[in-house]
T-cell receptor, first 110, second 113 residues
């Protein structure tokens, strides 16, 4: 099993550009999550999904959108990138217990 | 509002020098506390879940304990490979979702040979 796979690993965006961060898992987990991690801060929940077709907002959803059309995939969309979205983004999945994280996408918005 | 505070922010140890990391929390109706380990450039990796005050769990040189206000991660005779950032987290709002978590800011542990 590959676990949770995130692409790309790194990306630089200009202010106002859009992009999609990809996340896929091969563990057949129902629950999937997007967190962001900023230096000196704890991880913050952006969006989560309890199954295909069902998504909900977390703590810091503004500026982001998600969709969940399959169990495996949970992409995160940034529509109009802003410098405040410079961060490391982690996707995670779970069955009923602890989280399994991907290795992150480091995004810089300049 | 849930709060999770970890201390110290950074800890430097010599190999073999035992110590403890602290995680204090303010949440109504704790339903579990999680410890994760994060290596540079990687995602967090699960270590322990503690469910109730007085509970202890061990894994190799690590032992996690829980009281009603805080959790400790004790590291006995650490090795350089224990160097990492250690994160603790609690379910948001005292809920039962183990994926919707409030994280502390982490403790960066460095173990020198």
């Amino acid at each position: 099993n590959a676990g949770v796979t995130q692409t790309p690993k790194f990306r630089i965006l200009k202010i106002g550009q859009s992009m999609t961060l990809q996340c896929t898992q091969d563990m057949n987990h129902n629950y999937m999550y997007w967190y962001r991690q900023d230096p000196g801060m704890g991880l913050k929940l952006i969006y989560y999904s309890v199954g295909a077709g069902i998504t909900d907002k977390g703590e810091v959803p503004n500026g982001y959108n998600v969709s969940r059309s399959t169990t495996e995939d949970f992409p995160l969309r940034l529509e109009l990138a802003a410098p405040s979205q410079t961060s490391v983004y982690f996707c995670a999945s779970s069955f009923e217990g602890h989280l399994h994280f991907g290795n992150g996408t480091r995004l810089t918005v300049t | 509002e849930d709060q999770v505070t970890q201390s110290p922010e950074a800890l430097r140890l010599q190999e073999g020098e035992s110590s403890s990391l602290n995680c204090s929390y303010t949440v109504s109706g704790l339903r579990g506390l999680f410890w994760y380990r994060q290596d540079p450039g990687k995602g967090p990796e699960f270590l322990f879940t503690l469910y109730s005050a007085g509970e202890e769990k061990e894994k190799e040189r690590l032992k996690a304990t829980l009281t009603k206000k805080e959790s400790f991660l004790h590291i006995t005779a650490p090795k350089p490979e224990d160097s990492a950032t250690y994160l603790c987290a609690v379910p948001m709002g005292g809920g039962t979702s183990y994926g919707k978590l409030t994280f502390g800011q982490g403790t960066i542990l460095t173990v020198h040979p």
